[in-house]
C-alpha cells in the first residue's frame, strides 16, 4: 500500500518556484510593476511585481528567476535576481528641495523612484528647475537612488522649458558640436561660374516653392508646362545639400547620427546646421540655387512617359504658402489672383496634373487615410492657447501628389541600374491583422473583398470610399491604419504597400533626412560616370547602415513628437476642466474607452464612472455593454463628455460622460 505525503500550503508554493533563470530588459511601468522582455523571445513577457524588482529601473538588462511557467495562457511571473547592465546614468527630472537635501522627480513615469540629493550636489538649482542627475548610487531593495546635479536644463517657470526637458530625456541636442560649426563656417556661400556653368540651368522657368507659413528650410520647388503634345511636363527641383555636405565630414558624421530632423510645435532639432537647412541650401525665392531635378513629361492618365535626372540650378519665382494657393484655386480670391498674376497660370496647371495624378494613385488602390492631425498654438510662455485640426487643402495636396510621384520615378529608375540605394519600404499587413479587420468591419455592413493572405491595397481603398462622409469613417480608417505595418529604410527594394507601388524612395527631403541625402550622392556619382567596383562595394555598406540608423531615429522622432503633443493637449484642456464638448469613441478597452472630440484631443473614459450599469468588455466588437441596459458604447459611436480631470505629469486627460 503506497502512502501519499501530505503537504502543507507553504510547501506547495515552494514547490511550484522555478529555478529557470532568464535574462532580459525591464520595461517598468509607472506603478511600480514591469515585464522583462527576454532576450531570446521565447515564453513571452514576465511579469514583475514591485516586491519583486529588487532596485532595478527602467531598461536594466536583469537576470530573472521565474515563479510560474505561464501554463494554460496565464502570464509568467518571476524576480529579479540580478541586475547585470544598467540602462541609466542619468535622469532628466524636476527638481524639489528643503532645508539639508532634495530629490528629483523623473520626467519619465517609468522611473518611478525619486532620485534623493545632497545640499552639497545642488549645483545651484532650485525647486521647480528642470534638471539632469548624475546617478551616484543605484537603488536597492532598502534605499531610493542618490544623485548629483549636472545640468539645469531649464529654470522654474521658463518658457519651453518642458519641452526642452522632453529633448533630453530623448539623448537629442538642438547644439552641434564645435567640429561641426567649425567646418560650417568654411562652407562658401557663393556659387562659382565654373558651377554653374556645368549644371543644366533653369533660371529662366517659372519655378515656384510651396510650404507651410512657418517653413524655414525649403527644400522643394516645382514647375509644370504643357508640351507641344498637349503632355504635362513637370519638374521637381531639391536642393542640392550632398553639393555643400561632404560625405565623411564632420557635418555628415553627425547628420548621419541624427538621420533627420524633429519637428517639435514651435522647436526645432534640426538634421544639419541652419546656415545650410536655412541658408544656402534653402531655395529662396529671388536667389540662385543648385538642385537635383527630376523633370517628368506625363500624359492625361497620370503616367509618366519620360523622364530626365539631372544636376541644375534654378531661380525661384516665388515662395508660396499653402493657404494662399489654396484661396487662388479654391476661393478664387481675386486680390491673391491679382498679386500672383505672373505665375496663375502655373498654378492652374499644377492644380489639373495633380487632380489627374491623384486620380492614377486611386486607380491602382493607393491608400489615403484622412486622419486629421492637430495644430497646436503656443503663445510667448510656451503656454497652448488653440488646439485645431491642421487643414489639409488644395495646395497641400498637389505637393504631395508632385513628390510622391518624383520618389517614385527615381526609385525604379535607380532599381533598375542595379546599385546600392535607400529605397523606402512598406510590407503588406499581417494576415491575422486583416483577418480582425475583417471581422470588425462586418458590424458595419461591410464587407472586404480578396484573401487576407494576399490582400490588395485596392480592397481597402474601396473601404475607405465606401465610409467617406459617414458617422463610421474616423473609426474604420482609424482601425484599418492600426493594421498596417511601420514603413522603414531598406536596401532592398520591396515596395510600399499603402502606396501601391513597387518602386518608392524619399528623395525630395535632403536637409531634414538622411536617406534623401546619400540617395543624392548616389545619383549625382552616376550622372558623372563614378561607379565603379570599389565605389559599389563602398556604397553598399553605406546604405545599409543609412537605411538603419533612419529607421530607429525616424521611430525616436516620432515617439518624441508624440509625446510633445500628449504634453501640450493634457497642459491645454487644463484650462478646460468642466467644459462640455461632443465627440467619437476612438479606443475601447476594458477599464474604458477613449473619446476623440473635434480638435483631435482625446481623453479616457474610465469603466467606473459609468454609474448606470455594470459594463462588460467585448474585445472582437471593440465594445462595452451594460449587463442590464445593454447600453453600449462601441468604437464609432458619437458621445458628449465633459472634461473631469486633467493629469499633467501623466499627460492624461479624464471625460465624463454627460
Given at each position: 500500500?503506497?502512502?501519499k505525503k501530505?503537504?502543507?500550503r507553504?510547501?506547495?508554493?515552494?514547490m511550484r518556484?522555478?529555478?529557470?533563470?532568464?535574462?532580459?530588459?525591464?520595461?517598468k511601468?509607472?506603478?511600480?510593476?514591469g515585464f522583462?522582455?527576454?532576450e531570446?523571445?521565447e515564453g513571452?513577457?514576465i511579469?514583475?511585481?514591485p516586491?519583486?524588482?529588487?532596485?532595478?529601473?527602467?531598461?536594466?538588462?536583469v537576470a530573472?528567476?521565474?515563479l510560474?511557467?505561464?501554463?494554460?495562457?496565464?502570464?509568467?511571473?518571476?524576480?529579479?535576481?540580478q541586475?547585470?547592465?544598467r540602462?541609466?546614468?542619468?535622469?532628466?527630472g524636476?527638481f524639489?528641495?528643503?532645508k539639508?537635501f532634495g530629490?528629483?522627480?523623473?520626467?519619465d513615469?517609468r522611473y518611478?523612484?525619486?532620485?534623493?540629493?545632497l545640499k552639497?550636489d545642488?549645483n545651484?538649482a532650485?525647486?521647480g528647475d528642470?534638471v539632469?542627475v548624475?546617478?551616484?548610487?543605484y537603488?536597492?531593495k532598502h534605499?531610493?537612488?542618490?544623485?548629483k546635479?549636472?545640468?539645469?536644463?531649464?529654470?522654474?517657470?521658463?518658457a519651453g522649458g518642458d519641452i526642452?526637458?522632453?529633448?533630453?530625456?530623448?539623448?537629442?541636442k538642438q547644439?552641434?558640436?564645435?567640429?561641426?560649426?567649425t567646418e560650417?563656417k568654411k562652407?562658401p556661400?557663393?556659387?562659382t561660374?565654373e558651377?554653374?556653368?556645368?549644371?543644366?540651368d533653369l533660371?529662366?522657368?517659372t519655378i515656384?516653392?510651396?510650404?507651410g507659413?512657418?517653413a524655414?528650410d525649403?527644400?522643394?520647388?516645382?514647375?509644370?508646362?504643357?508640351?507641344?503634345?498637349?503632355?504635362?511636363?513637370?519638374?521637381?527641383h531639391?536642393a542640392?545639400v550632398?553639393?555643400?555636405?561632404?560625405?565623411?565630414?564632420?557635418?555628415d558624421?553627425?547628420a548621419l547620427?541624427?538621420?533627420?530632423?524633429?519637428y517639435l510645435?514651435?522647436q526645432?532639432?534640426?538634421?544639419?546646421p541652419k546656415?545650410l537647412?536655412n541658408g544656402?541650401c534653402?531655395l529662396?525665392?529671388?536667389?540662385?540655387r543648385l538642385?537635383?531635378?527630376?523633370n517628368?513629361?506625363i500624359?492625361g492618365r497620370g503616367?509618366?512617359v519620360?523622364?530626365?535626372?539631372c544636376e541644375?540650378?534654378i531661380?525661384?519665382?516665388?515662395?508660396?504658402?499653402?493657404c494662399?494657393v489654396?484661396?487662388?484655386l479654391?476661393?478664387?480670391?481675386e486680390?491673391?489672383?491679382e498679386?500672383?498674376?505672373?505665375?496663375?497660370?502655373?498654378?492652374l496647371?499644377m492644380?489639373?496634373?495633380a487632380?489627374?495624378?491623384r486620380?492614377s494613385r486611386d486607380?491602382?488602390?493607393?491608400?489615403?487615410?484622412d486622419?486629421?492631425?492637430?495644430y497646436?498654438t503656443?503663445?510667448?510662455q510656451?503656454?497652448?492657447?488653440?488646439?485645431?485640426t491642421?487643414e489639409r487643402?488644395v495646395?497641400?495636396?498637389?505637393?504631395e501628389e508632385f513628390?510622391l510621384?518624383?520618389?517614385?520615378t527615381i526609385?525604379?529608375h535607380?532599381?533598375?541600374?542595379?546599385?546600392p540605394?535607400?529605397?523606402?519600404?512598406?510590407?503588406s499587413?499581417?494576415?491575422e491583422?486583416?483577418e480582425v479587420?475583417k471581422?470588425?468591419i462586418?458590424?458595419f455592413?461591410?464587407n472586404?473583398?480578396?484573401n487576407?493572405?494576399n490582400?490588395?491595397p485596392k480592397a481597402?481603398n474601396?473601404?475607405i470610399k465606401s465610409?467617406?462622409?459617414k458617422?463610421e469613417e474616423?473609426?474604420?480608417?482609424?482601425?484599418?491604419?492600426?493594421s498596417?505595418?511601420?514603413?522603414f529604410y531598406?536596401t532592398e527594394?520591396?515596395?510600399h504597400?499603402?502606396?501601391?507601388?513597387?518602386?518608392y524612395c524619399h528623395?525630395?527631403?535632403?536637409?531634414?533626412r538622411?536617406?534623401?541625402l546619400?540617395i543624392?550622392r548616389?545619383i549625382?556619382?552616376?550622372?558623372?560616370?563614378k561607379?565603379?567596383?570599389k565605389?559599389i562595394r563602398?556604397?553598399?555598406k553605406k546604405?545599409?547602415?543609412a537605411a538603419l540608423?533612419?529607421s530607429?531615429?525616424e521611430?525616436?522622432?516620432l515617439?518624441?513628437e508624440?509625446e510633445?503633443e500628449k504634453?501640450?493637449?493634457?497642459e491645454?484642456m487644463?484650462?478646460?476642466?468642466?467644459e462640455?464638448?461632443?465627440?467619437i469613441?476612438s479606443g475601447?478597452a476594458?477599464?474604458?474607452?477613449f473619446?476623440a472630440?473635434e480638435n483631435t484631443?482625446e481623453?479616457?473614459?474610465k469603466?467606473?464612472?459609468?454609474?448606470d450599469?455594470?459594463?462588460?468588455?467585448?474585445?472582437?466588437?471593440?465594445?462595452?455593454?451594460g449587463?442590464?441596459?445593454?447600453?453600449?458604447?462601441a468604437?464609432g459611436n458619437?458621445v458628449?463628455i465633459?472634461?473631469?480631470?486633467?493629469?499633467?505629469?501623466q499627460?492624461e486627460?479624464?471625460?465624463?460622460?454627460?
Amino acid at each position: 500500500m503506497k502512502v501519499k505525503k501530505k503537504t502543507n500550503r507553504k510547501e506547495s508554493a515552494l514547490m511550484r518556484v522555478k529555478k529557470v533563470e532568464v535574462k532580459g530588459t525591464l520595461s517598468k511601468h509607472k506603478k511600480g510593476f514591469g515585464f522583462v522582455i527576454p532576450e531570446s523571445n521565447e515564453g513571452g513577457d514576465i511579469f514583475i511585481s514591485p516586491a519583486n524588482i529588487n532596485g532595478a529601473m527602467n531598461g536594466d538588462y536583469v537576470a530573472v528567476r521565474l515563479l510560474s511557467s505561464g501554463e494554460s495562457g496565464t502570464t509568467r511571473e518571476g524576480v529579479i535576481e540580478q541586475i547585470l547592465k544598467r540602462a541609466a546614468l542619468e535622469i532628466i527630472g524636476t527638481f524639489e528641495k528643503s532645508k539639508r537635501f532634495g530629490f528629483v522627480v523623473a520626467y519619465d513615469k517609468r522611473y518611478s523612484d525619486d532620485i534623493f540629493v545632497l545640499k552639497k550636489d545642488f549645483n545651484g538649482a532650485q525647486s521647480g528647475d528642470m534638471v539632469v542627475v548624475y546617478i551616484s548610487k543605484y537603488p536597492d531593495k532598502h534605499n531610493c537612488a542618490e544623485g548629483k546635479i549636472t545640468e539645469i536644463i531649464s529654470k522654474v517657470g521658463e518658457a519651453g522649458g518642458d519641452i526642452k526637458a522632453l529633448i533630453r530625456q530623448y539623448h537629442l541636442k538642438q547644439e552641434f558640436p564645435a567640429k561641426v560649426e567649425t567646418e560650417t563656417k568654411k562652407i562658401p556661400l557663393k556659387i562659382t561660374e565654373e558651377e554653374i556653368n556645368r549644371r543644366t540651368d533653369l533660371r529662366h522657368k517659372t519655378i515656384i516653392t510651396i510650404d507651410g507659413a512657418d517653413a524655414k528650410d525649403l527644400d522643394d520647388a516645382v514647375s509644370v508646362e504643357i508640351s507641344e503634345n498637349g503632355n504635362y511636363l513637370l519638374g521637381v527641383h531639391i536642393a542640392d545639400v550632398s553639393h555643400y555636405v561632404i560625405e565623411g565630414s564632420h557635418i555628415d558624421k553627425e547628420a548621419l547620427i541624427r538621420g533627420n530632423s524633429v519637428y517639435l510645435i514651435d522647436q526645432v532639432i534640426p538634421m544639419l546646421p541652419k546656415i545650410l537647412s536655412n541658408g544656402i541650401c534653402s531655395l529662396n525665392p529671388g536667389t540662385d540655387r543648385l538642385t537635383l531635378s527630376v523633370n517628368m513629361e506625363i500624359n492625361g492618365r497620370g503616367k509618366v512617359v519620360n523622364y530626365e535626372i539631372c544636376e541644375s540650378i534654378i531661380h525661384s519665382k516665388a515662395r508660396m504658402v499653402y493657404c494662399d494657393v489654396s484661396d487662388i484655386l479654391e476661393s478664387k480670391d481675386e486680390s491673391l489672383i491679382e498679386k500672383y498674376r505672373y505665375i496663375y497660370d502655373s498654378l492652374l496647371r499644377m492644380n489639373e496634373l495633380a487632380a489627374i495624378l491623384r486620380k492614377s494613385r486611386d486607380d491602382r488602390g493607393s491608400l489615403d487615410f484622412d486622419i486629421d492631425e492637430a495644430y497646436i498654438t503656443l503663445n510667448e510662455q510656451g503656454i497652448p492657447i488653440n488646439v485645431e485640426t491642421a487643414e489639409r487643402r488644395v495646395a497641400n495636396h498637389i505637393i504631395e501628389e508632385f513628390m510622391l510621384i518624383a520618389n517614385e520615378t527615381i526609385a525604379e529608375h535607380f532599381y533598375w541600374m542595379g546599385i546600392p540605394f535607400v529605397f523606402r519600404v512598406h510590407e503588406s499587413p499581417a494576415v491575422e491583422k486583416i483577418e480582425v479587420f475583417k471581422k470588425f468591419i462586418q458590424s458595419f455592413g461591410l464587407n472586404l473583398k480578396g484573401n487576407p493572405e494576399n490582400i490588395h491595397p485596392k480592397a481597402l481603398n474601396e473601404i475607405i470610399k465606401s465610409v467617406e462622409g459617414k458617422p463610421e469613417e474616423h473609426v474604420v480608417n482609424t482601425v484599418m491604419l492600426r493594421s498596417m505595418k511601420k514603413a522603414f529604410y531598406g536596401t532592398e527594394c520591396e515596395g510600399h504597400f499603402g502606396l501601391g507601388v513597387k518602386y518608392y524612395c524619399h528623395f525630395t527631403s535632403p536637409i531634414r533626412r538622411y536617406p534623401d541625402l546619400i540617395i543624392h550622392r548616389i545619383i549625382k556619382e552616376a550622372l558623372q560616370g563614378k561607379m565603379d567596383l570599389k565605389r559599389i562595394r563602398s556604397l553598399r555598406k553605406k546604405t545599409e547602415k543609412a537605411a538603419l540608423t533612419a529607421s530607429e531615429t525616424e521611430r525616436q522622432a516620432l515617439a518624441l513628437e508624440r509625446e510633445v503633443e500628449k504634453l501640450k493637449k493634457a497642459e491645454y484642456m487644463t484650462y478646460h476642466v468642466g467644459e462640455t464638448y461632443e465627440g467619437i469613441i476612438s479606443g475601447v478597452a476594458s477599464f474604458g474607452f477613449f473619446v476623440a472630440i473635434e480638435n483631435t484631443i482625446e481623453g479616457m473614459v474610465k469603466v467606473d464612472s459609468l454609474n448606470d450599469d455594470y459594463y462588460d468588455y467585448e474585445n472582437t466588437k471593440y465594445r462595452l455593454i451594460g449587463r442590464r441596459t445593454n447600453k453600449i458604447y462601441a468604437l464609432g459611436n458619437k458621445v458628449t463628455i465633459s472634461v473631469q480631470s486633467v493629469d499633467l505629469q501623466q499627460r492624461e486627460i479624464n471625460f465624463v460622460i454627460v
